[in-house]
């Protein structure tokens, strides 16, 4: 049985925009018999938002247990102890932390834990309210740091800069749970999942979450954040229909 990890920002769509072909070559792999797993570092949604946002957008349907994402890997991390937990972030990072059962503080001063991800609405209040929590001894995890995401008008500021600012603030660095780091490759290989292909358009974490994997094997596609051909992948594709093609031809 294939197995194929797919990176979705950048390889299946940008922001609300089909990349050209990604929806057939995600219906050839599912036609072929492949296992298709998505894995994101995006932190803003829940696993039955992505799902939906991929049918919505390739009318492909896949269940929810087909994604995960770094909050679902941030709250792996969590001792029974660490709640409550103080959020920099949006619903994927809260809807994680509910349905597992942490409590979620605005205090500073009652947080055990700081989880930070990508927040569109962060202020200056928030960023200080997180760093003071994590001064006075919150546990502080990242769910990721990826310092950009590709959206259709270009690339953003992703997770890592408001991660980066609490850190400074704080005078300690996080512990990062999403792509390429060993919370996320905990989580994927829970589920039984030993080879694979790995499927996405950023170096330093897509194509090194396979690295980091024996058994795994990388395609980097060069639709979203990385541009250029590397070494680094074992192959390279310039979409997500070419890499299903090297897929299908087999290792």
């Known amino acids: 049985m294939t197995t194929v990890l797919c990176d979705l920002d950048g390889v299946v769509y940008r922001g609300d925009t089909l990349i050209a072909g990604s929806d057939l070559a ?16 995006n932190s803003t949604r ?12 390739t009318g492909v349907r896949f269940p929810e247990d087909r994604v995960f994402t770094s909050p679902q890997a941030g709250v792996a991390m969590l001792e029974p102890d660490d709640g409550p937990c103080l959020v920099v972030g949006e619903e994927g990072i809260r809807d994680a932390l509910g349905e597992s059962g942490f409590a979620i503080t605005e205090d500073p001063n009652a947080a055990r834990t700081v989880m930070v991800g990508l927040d569109r609405q962060v202020d200056y209040r928030r960023i200080a309210d997180a760093a003071d929590a994590v001064r006075r001894g919150a546990r502080f995890i990242a769910t990721n740091d990826d310092p950009t995401y590709p959206t259709s008008d270009g690339l953003e500021p992703g997770a890592g800069s408001m991660v980066a600012a609490i850190a400074v603030a704080a005078g300690r660095p996080a512990e990062v749970a999403g792509k390429p780091h060993p919370p996320m490759r905990r989580l994927i290989r829970s589920r039984g999942i030993d080879r694979a292909w790995v499927i996405g358009d950023r170096l330093d974490t897509d194509i090194a979450l396979a690295v980091e994997e024996e058994g795994w094997l990388s395609i980097l596609v060069l639709t979203g954040v990385t541009l250029q051909p590397s070494d680094a992948a074992d192959l390279v594709a310039a979409d997500l229909g070419e890499a299903v093609d090297l897929v299908l031809a087999g290792p």
């Open 26 to 41: 995600l219906r050839r792999l599912v036609e072929a018999g492949a296992e298709v797993y998505f894995v994101t570092n």
């Open 46 to 57: 829940n696993p039955g938002h992505v799902v939906e946002k991929i049918r919505r957008l």
